[in-house]
Protein backbone atom coordinates (compact mmCIF):
# COMPACT_ATOMS: atom_id res chain seq x y z
CA UNK A 1 0.00 0.00 0.00
CA UNK A 2 1.54 3.46 -1.04
CA UNK A 3 1.91 5.43 2.05
CA UNK A 4 1.66 9.52 1.17
CA UNK A 5 3.25 12.02 4.22
CA UNK A 6 3.17 15.56 3.75
CA UNK A 7 5.03 17.88 6.12
CA UNK A 8 6.32 21.42 5.34
CA UNK A 9 3.08 23.03 7.25
CA UNK A 10 2.91 25.80 9.62
CA UNK A 11 2.24 29.44 10.26
CA UNK A 12 3.10 32.09 8.54
CA UNK A 13 2.50 35.62 8.01
CA UNK A 14 0.77 37.17 4.95
CA UNK A 15 3.49 37.57 2.30
CA UNK A 16 5.46 34.60 3.44
CA UNK A 17 6.54 31.37 1.84
CA UNK A 18 6.31 27.81 2.56
CA UNK A 19 7.08 24.67 0.95
CA UNK A 20 5.16 21.34 1.41
CA UNK A 21 6.82 18.07 1.06
CA UNK A 22 4.86 14.97 -0.04
CA UNK A 23 6.77 11.69 0.44
CA UNK A 24 6.06 8.32 -1.12
CA UNK A 25 6.90 5.16 -0.45
CA UNK A 26 6.34 3.72 -3.75
CA UNK A 27 6.93 6.68 -5.59
CA UNK A 28 7.73 5.30 -8.94
CA UNK A 29 4.29 3.76 -9.17
CA UNK A 30 2.24 6.96 -9.23
CA UNK A 31 1.71 8.52 -12.70
CA UNK A 32 0.89 11.78 -10.94
CA UNK A 33 0.79 13.58 -7.66
CA UNK A 34 -1.16 16.05 -6.85
CA UNK A 35 -1.86 19.12 -3.71
CA UNK A 36 -5.69 19.39 -2.59
CA UNK A 37 -6.54 21.98 -0.04
CA UNK A 38 -9.54 22.15 2.03
CA UNK A 39 -11.31 24.99 4.75
CA UNK A 40 -13.65 23.73 7.46
CA UNK A 41 -17.07 23.80 5.85
CA UNK A 42 -16.03 23.80 2.51
CA UNK A 43 -15.48 21.20 -0.61
CA UNK A 44 -11.84 20.57 -0.86
CA UNK A 45 -10.00 22.32 -3.86
CA UNK A 46 -7.66 21.12 -6.37
CA UNK A 47 -4.66 22.56 -6.51
CA UNK A 48 -1.72 21.80 -8.65
CA UNK A 49 -0.51 18.07 -10.40
CA UNK A 50 2.83 16.99 -11.17
CA UNK A 51 3.09 14.44 -13.81
CA UNK A 52 6.16 12.18 -12.45
CA UNK A 53 7.25 11.23 -15.86
CA UNK A 54 7.96 14.26 -17.70
CA UNK A 55 7.67 16.57 -14.78
CA UNK A 56 4.79 18.76 -16.05
CA UNK A 57 2.36 20.72 -14.22
CA UNK A 58 -0.98 22.01 -13.91
CA UNK A 59 -2.29 24.69 -11.86
CA UNK A 60 -5.88 25.86 -10.81
CA UNK A 61 -5.53 29.11 -12.66
CA UNK A 62 -6.26 31.35 -9.25
CA UNK A 63 -2.68 30.29 -7.80
CA UNK A 64 -0.50 29.14 -11.18
CA UNK A 65 1.44 32.64 -10.24
CA UNK A 66 2.24 31.82 -6.65
CA UNK A 67 2.87 28.21 -6.13
CA UNK A 68 5.22 25.75 -7.90
CA UNK A 69 5.16 22.24 -7.96
CA UNK A 70 8.58 20.07 -8.65
CA UNK A 71 9.93 16.83 -7.45
CA UNK A 72 13.29 15.17 -6.48
CA UNK A 73 12.64 11.44 -7.38
CA UNK A 74 15.66 10.52 -6.02
CA UNK A 75 13.90 11.52 -2.59
CA UNK A 76 10.59 10.32 -3.85
CA UNK A 77 9.16 13.44 -3.15
CA UNK A 78 7.13 15.63 -4.45
CA UNK A 79 7.09 19.64 -3.25
CA UNK A 80 4.80 22.75 -3.55
CA UNK A 81 6.57 25.99 -3.12
CA UNK A 82 3.93 28.40 -2.04
CA UNK A 83 5.08 32.24 -2.12
CA UNK A 84 3.12 35.67 -1.52
CA UNK A 85 1.25 33.26 0.79
CA UNK A 86 -2.37 35.39 1.89
CA UNK A 87 -4.81 34.55 4.41
CA UNK A 88 -7.13 32.90 2.41
CA UNK A 89 -4.36 30.35 1.48
CA UNK A 90 -4.67 28.95 4.98
CA UNK A 91 -6.38 25.83 4.76
CA UNK A 92 -5.22 21.50 5.14
CA UNK A 93 -3.02 20.96 2.80
CA UNK A 94 -3.10 17.22 1.06
CA UNK A 95 -0.78 15.48 -0.69
CA UNK A 96 -2.50 12.40 -3.08
CA UNK A 97 -1.50 10.62 -6.07
CA UNK A 98 -2.25 7.61 -8.17
CA UNK A 99 -2.48 6.09 -12.04
CA UNK A 100 -5.26 7.53 -13.60
CA UNK A 101 -6.89 8.47 -10.23
CA UNK A 102 -6.40 10.24 -6.58
CA UNK A 103 -5.92 6.07 -5.16
CA UNK A 104 -3.71 7.44 -2.24
CA UNK A 105 -4.10 10.11 0.03
CA UNK A 106 -1.84 11.51 3.00
CA UNK A 107 -3.27 12.72 6.45
CA UNK A 108 -2.77 16.76 5.51
CA UNK A 109 -0.30 19.33 7.05
CA UNK A 110 -2.09 22.86 8.41
CA UNK A 111 -0.73 25.81 6.70
CA UNK A 112 -2.27 29.03 8.82
CA UNK A 113 -1.68 32.39 7.11
CA UNK A 114 -2.07 35.32 9.60
CA UNK A 115 -2.53 38.96 8.40
Known amino acids: QAQLVESGGGSVQAGGSLRLSCASSEYTKHTRIGWFRQVPGKEREWVATLYTTSGSTDYTTSLKERFTMTQDKAKNTAYLQMNSLKPEDTAMYYC?????????WGQGTQVTVSS
Open 96 to 104: AAGRGGWNY
